[in-house]
DNA sequence: TTGTACGCGTTATCAG
DNA sequence: CTGATAACGCGTACAA
């Protein structure tokens, strides 16, 4: 109940200068009589001293403590990724940080500028818009900056750490075109987001290099944040010609978007094949599995934590990290029914 | 690039003194003239001034910043918990440092630590063991302590806030028995937990008033980590008597649990009925929908949050603080299979 | 309003 | 070499 005991407290106590204390604290820093070492080690124990975080930091300026800067930890993806960057910066001593952002671009202002007044060493952040300014004076404060998953134009100095959307999202297409499939609908995230748009620009030059004409009404780029998931595939089912084949790239969007189906009882893959941009073991549990794009959450944590870390003086390139997520085909995805 | 503004190049530019500047940043300190006021306001603007947490703190002593110690981000229900700790601690204008526990004493001794040094206001943790020592150095620091869905004993000045376990577990169970189960299966956590503990002792009270023989083989306290959920389900099922229905109270597992179903290709709820603890969309999704407990998440953490903030002044009682919760019946339940 | 001591750990400088 | 002293970093709050 009573005060901490502070460095001097401990000095008093060991009978020796605070200096000897904090050398013995961090060794290194000078010599100590190994016999004064041990006593002093011993005092700390006594008195269960622990040096205050906030003193050192005020000294030593940036930490070595990171932000996490997520839109929305509720979304399995984004909390798997979450648990990662937890365990990569413990094992190399930082902390994290975390903070949600909704989607919400005020959420997200208010956190870039409560980091800043941290002076954390460095940021990971799922970009929500273009806080363009937030973004510039946290990288004035020499804060290393990184975006997973997504990323912002306009941010020159940030990392970027991210799987292959492009990639995914041709793979998935193709896949099913392989299948026989002609009209597949595609629903994905906001154009404005990185994410929505090398998706769905991916899933229309892959139709556009097999010849298929692209159908504008197929495409749906929903928020993340809402329950649109649900109309988006509604309104798709209720078309004249609807499709037999649904890509549903938004992670956020998923569970809304079966939901929906399950609803409409379509029948997977008899009617309908799908495929979703999941990471997350229910996806195999679901009648029937389900083909499924699968994030390496561990790799994304590793790399992002990586690059956040970096002391600038390391490497002040800029670098933009790909990582291949792995395609799984269950049994969601068919041949399209016979006409 | 340069070294950030700190208040005294602020009152340098602006030409009043420190005092003066540090007033108009927290007003109602003191006095400051309007024009002076608006002068101090620009130039803050101006050099994009941000006073450094670091430093108040130094000052300050105890922080209103959270400490929010879970034992696995993945786990959804730990997920959304998360996310509204977060979410309601921002509401009252603190931060939350997140940290992971693996349910490894080891990891969370070490969560404590850092916690403790960084003095962070409050505390809120699903304790994993009983690190007695850890949990006391931070009570002893002033540190206020809330448990959440689990609890510890002896720690004495600790808040809990949790649901209902003995009533859900009851619940569960006599729902069960009404439908005609008389072997019903229990998965549950490590009898060293709160929850394990509290859920499966209600479980064998509520069998016991109604006049059912407990088989100890039907009952499973299984660790939260790890896969034994699988193996405990399929011993279950191989026993030569096995249950006609199940309840699995160990949130983590139950997507391991209901995976070895699955491939046991038990008919649910034909041959098993299946009670979950689950907080999930997907649990909807399921064929067939499963019958299940929801924790209410986000009056859960706005209570850990509430009493976490509490300032030892105001309210020094330890409270535990009970939430019913929701019992759901979906699909997955129903009478045992006819002899 | 302003000057300044204070909180606490770090580190450079200095004496033994 | 070992240990001590003092200045520093930055915002807060009280006395002048």
Not at 106 to 129: C, F, H, K, N, Y
Not at 199 to 216: E, Q, S
Not at 290 to 312: D, F, G, K
């Amino acid at each position: 109940m009573q005060k901490p005991p502070t460095i001097r407290d401990v000095a008093a106590a060991a009978d020796v200068s605070i200096a000897v204390v904090s050398r013995v604290l961090n060794d290194g820093t000078g010599p100590v009589a190994p016999a004064t070492r041990e006593r002093v080690l011993k005092t700390i124990e006594e008195l269960a001293y622990r040096p205050r975080t906030a003193a050192r930091e005020l000294k030593s300026g940036p930490t070595s403590s990171l932000g996490l800067v997520l839109a929305d930890v509720t979304n399995p993806f984004f909390a798997r990724l979450a648990d990662s960057v937890v365990q990569e910066a413990r094992a190399r001593g930082s902390q994290v940080i975390l903070m949600t952002t909704q989607e919400d671009p005020a959420l997200e202002q208010d956190a870039l500028e409560t980091l800043a007044a941290r002076r954390v060493g460095g940021v990971i952040a799922t970009p929500t818009s273009t806080n363009a300014d937030a973004w510039l004076r946290l990288e004035a404060l020499g804060t290393r900056l990184v975006f997973v998953d997504r990323h912002l134009l306009g941010v020159p100095h940030a990392d970027v750490v991210s799987i292959d959307n492009e990639r995914s999202a041709r793979e998935a297409t193709e896949h099913l075109l392989g299948l026989g499939h002609r009209r597949i609908g595609f629903i994905s995230g906001p154009l404005s987001t990185s994410t929505g748009r090398s998706r769905t620009d991916a899933h229309v030059a892959a139709l556009t290099a097999h010849g298929i004409p692209v159908d504008r009404q197929l495409l749906r780029n929903i928020p993340f944040r809402g329950d649109q998931g649900s109309d988006a595939v509604g309104s798709l089912l209720e078309l004249e010609s609807p499709p037999t084949a649904l890509i549903v790239a938004n992670t956020a969007q998923v569970a809304a978007a079966v939901r929906r189906l399950r609803q409409g009882s379509v029948r997977i893959p008899q009617d309908l094949s799908l495929i979703v941009f999941d990471d997350n073991p229910w996806t195999e549990l679901f009648t029937p599995a389900l083909t499924i794009i699968r994030q390496p959450t561990a790799l994304l944590a590793a790399h992002s934590v990586e690059r956040a870390l970096l002391r600038l003086s390391d490497d002040a390139e800029t670098r933009s990290t790909v990582i291949d997520a792995e395609f799984v085909v269950r049994s969601s995805t068919a041949q399209p029914p016979a006409r």
